[in-house]
């Protein structure tokens, strides 16, 4: 199984929401991460988990919150985003080393209001 | 910091053409190069990657990549496309370090193969 899922699939949100995207992977990869795509761009990378600890935050603000529950699961919390963080949020996870390949899930496509 | 440049944004090509699609990148260590391809309505999947070793390195779907450090190039080549190559296509490097490292993507070329 090289499955990565996603939910939700689309979510459209207030600018006072707080929301939460989901991103599970079963491959037993110890590494996991979270990408931002804008329309008609690649891929920008958000943050990075290894071994369920934040390794790495491309100095993302703050009404992002990552969070790695445990080697499966990958969330991202939303709070007071504004209309340009719509965006295609897109989770990956691949073995703990920069060689690995990462697996993308579907995305969620965001939309907030 | 580590970037990456693709020379073409926008290609179109028929059946049966060759095709050779440009990756440039920028960084002062050892790197690991990736190209992804992204079809229309489905996740980014990995086409080819090099960590090491032979500079010539084939992947999925006939494509191939050839390494040329020198150059700071790694571009992806395939000898005769077909129309289910239409597809985004995307160069990535990440840092050869122990650790999990994010992938820096290139701007990706939207490649459109006619019938």
């Known amino acids: 199984d090289t499955e990565v899922t996603q939910t939700p699939k689309h979510l459209v949100m207030g600018m006072t929401n707080k929301k939460s995207l989901k991103c599970e992977q079963h491959?037993?990869?110890?590494?996991m991460y979270w990408y931002k795509q804008k329309a008609k761009k690649p891929p920008e990378l958000m943050f990075v988990?290894?071994?369920?600890?934040?390794?790495i935050n491309e100095s993302v603000p703050s009404r992002f919150s990552p969070e790695c529950p445990n080697s499966s699961l990958l969330n991202l919390h939303l709070h007071a985003l504004q209309p340009e963080d719509s965006a295609l949020y897109l989770c990956?996870?691949?073995?703990?080393?920069?060689?690995?390949?990462?697996?993308f899930g579907p995305g969620t496509r965001l939309l907030v209001l | 910091a580590q970037s990456v440049s693709q020379h073409n944004h926008h290609v179109i090509l028929s059946e049966a053409a060759s095709l050779e699609l440009g990756c440039n990148y920028s960084y002062g260590g050892t790197v690991n190069l990736f190209w992804y391809v992204q079809y229309p309505g489905q996740h980014l999947q990995l086409l080819l990657k090099y960590f090491s070793g032979d500079p010539l390195v084939k992947g999925i779907k006939g494509f191939e990549a050839e390494f040329i450090k020198s150059k700071f190039s790694f571009n992806l080549r395939k000898p005769s496309v077909q129309w289910s190559d239409t597809a985004e296509y995307f160069c990535a490097v990440s840092n050869s370090g122990g650790g999990a490292d994010g992938l820096t993507f290139g701007k990706g070329t939207h490649l459109i193969i006619q019938p």
């Open positions: 988990y290894s071994y369920e600890k934040l390794s």
């Open positions: 491959m037993g990869h110890r590494a």
């Open positions: 990956a996870s691949s073995q703990v080393s920069g060689w690995e390949t990462q697996y």
